[in-house]
């Protein structure tokens, strides 16, 4: 790190705060080693977080457990409130951390508390009117599907839904079953950049330049690849990009993230109005005044992207695919087991789901959870039932395998009792 970007971090709001040292010397602690199988290192990584030894927790894709650095920042940041010394938000710094991290350019971020909000700012700041169509797939996510049902019910919008393969084979199966679903109605496509149910990753960029082609806005649920993959908000050419950091980037609870293109910063209605909503000057900074709201989590926010961005998002998405790849490979070897994530690297990261033959996904949650406290995900949505694991830079080899041997058992003699 620099001397001028340890400065700019060192006295943040004009507060000297500790948050920042504790990153740097993160990251000169960890410059060197972090492949993916580099077990010392990753050990080390692993004793940053708060999660107990004997907990396997494979449900990221629900909430990131934050860094014991992330959680300093924001019972920092309280205290000082408490104190009558607040720190305020160092927006200009927290928003060049996030686009080193997501990729866009700084300008156009704004942090509502998750997906939701920022699905609900880009659903209700539009102007979409009866008989329109939203296009959006049977893989969505409610948080990114009811903002546009709000908008069936009140203003007449329909609803195209685009029936997605499972497993996809290829990004261009997974483009095209989107498109079945366009008509010349459609005003929006609006589609999870990884679904939550399969993990499965869409071909973000072919719809952007599609939905580009025709004129249709392009919106992005992109709650989960954030923190996991190296990505590039601005770059993939879509219209927005909604995400949640308190999953993959492992921020607090309550970090919600949305990227406006440079077209919509003074085109989108604000759902949430207060003072300079309509100074377009502001650029997209002018949906920020939301209020007095809890700038802790802002401070863990901030903490958080710059611990990625010491770890290094490459060895940071290396390391979820490995784990990832060592927990697909077992659960395919495993008769009877049913992966139905893509099979092709390129349509997936760090999530995994699968159905055992003759075995209810939740009852293998509980039983999961009783023999070793592991942590995961039941899809009950749209009835699909699977069971989904999420892998991240805390987990250990040992933990999948622990894992593998319980579904294993499982797989060949049922859940007693
Ligand atoms: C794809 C997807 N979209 C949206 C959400 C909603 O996220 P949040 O609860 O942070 O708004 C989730 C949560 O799991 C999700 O997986």
Redesign the pocket.
């Given at each position: 790190m620099n001397l001028d970007r340890r400065h700019f971090l060192s006295v943040l709001g004009g507060a000297t705060l500790a948050w920042p040292r504790a990153v740097e010397a993160f990251g000169t602690q960890l410059a060197s080693g972090g492949a993916p199988d580099d077990e010392a290192f990753w050990y080390q990584v692993r004793s940053t977080f708060l999660i107990p030894d004997d907990r396997i927790y494979l449900n990221n894709?629900?909430?990131g457990p934050s860094p014991r650095v992330v959680v300093d920042a924001v019972t920092e940041h309280v205290r000082r409130v408490a104190a009558t010394f607040p720190p305020g938000i160092a927006w200009d710094d927290l928003k060049a951390s996030v686009a080193r991290l997501v990729g866009g350019d700084a300008e156009g971020f704004v942090f509502p508390?998750?997906?939701?909000?920022?699905?609900s700012f880009v659903a209700n700041g539009l102007e979409l009117f009866e008989g329109e169509e939203v296009v959006t797939t049977d893989h969505?996510?409610?948080?990114?599907l009811e903002p546009w049902r709000v908008l069936e019910a009140r203003r007449g919008v329909r609803l195209s839904v685009a029936a997605l393969p499972v497993p996809a084979a290829s990004e261009e199966e997974l483009a095209d079953a989107v498109w079945d679903a366009v008509s010349p109605d459609t005003r929006v496509v609006s589609v999870?950049?990884?679904?939550?149910t399969t993990g499965t990753l869409m071909p973000v960029v072919e719809l952007a330049r599609r939905c580009r082609d025709q004129g249709i806005v392009f919106c992005v649920?992109?709650?989960?690849p954030p923190g996991m993959l190296s990505v590039d908000v601005g770059g993939l050419g879509g219209d927005f990009y909604?995400s949640?950091p308190?999953?993959w980037v492992m921020a607090p609870q309550g970090c919600?993230l949305l990227y406006l293109a440079p077209e919509w910063r003074s085109k989108l209605w604000p759902t949430l109005a207060s003072g300079g909503w309509d100074d377009h000057a502001l650029s997209a900074h002018r949906f920020n005044h939301m209020g007095t709201i809890d700038e802790s989590r802002m401070a863990g926010l901030f903490a958080a992207s710059e611990y990625l961005l010491a770890l290094g998002p490459d060895r940071v998405e290396a390391r979820v695919r490995y784990l990832r790849g060592r927990l697909e490979d077992g659960l395919a070897a495993i008769e009877g087991v049913h992966v139905v994530t893509p099979a092709a690297e390129a349509l997936k990261g760090g999530m995994v789901s699968f159905s055992v033959d003759g075995v209810e996904s939740p009852d293998l949650q509980r039983h999961l959870s009783r023999a070793a406290s592991v942590r995961t995900r039941v899809i009950g949505e749209y009835d699909y039932g699977w069971m989904r694991l999420s892998t991240h830079v805390y987990n250990r080899p040992d933990e999948i395998d622990r894992v593998l041997e319980l579904v294993d058992e499982v797989a060949r003699t049922g859940i007693a009792g």
């Open positions: 894709g629900t909430l508390r998750n997906t939701t909000e920022a699905m969505e996510h409610i948080g990114g999870s950049h990884m679904t939550f649920d992109g709650a989960h909604a949640s308190h999953k919600g």
